[in-house]
């Protein structure tokens, strides 16, 4: 819809090709800029309402689960909070920053400043660090957790292991 209306309904307002052109030209950032916020907005759209649902369904299963396993006299374990959400801020820190990355970037080449590539640059170097350590860190709170539940500690090591 919005394309459409970029393309054909703004050059037909526009008296000349020439200044078609011109409009293009000097307003081709912001298009851009409107052009990929209503495609945020339409994938918003489209993903939250499914990832809903499958929340709901994944609750509606546990419940089940839940039920089936008091029907018969067992008890489940709770879920592991603490593990779920490392894995969560593994995964979310490292999206959320290339999105905001990017969209440094697209204002970057809208406005088409005199540093674009030393302030691109250090968006993406700051996006990959900050991505880079979410990723180490949940990884390394996820096994410490693992070890946890099992039951295994670091404190049982011998003074020198070749010893043994």
Known sequence: MITW???WVIPVLLTSEQSAMDFFEKSSGEMTIIL???LVVLTLLILVPQLLRAHQRALEMQHAEHMKALEQ?????????????????????????????????CFLAAYKPDQLFSVALTAWAVAGVASLAAITGGVALMGRLAQLQVGETNEELPEN???K
Do not use: K
């Open 5 to 7: 209306l970029l393309v």
């Open 161 to 163: 292991p070749l010893e």
């Open 36 to 38: 990929l916020g209503a």
């Open 73 to 105: 006299g067992q008890s489940l374990p709770p879920p592991d909070v603490r593990s779920r959400a490392a894995g969560r801020t593994a995964a979310l820190v490292p999206m959320v920053s290339i999105c905001a990355a990017g969209a440094v970037t």
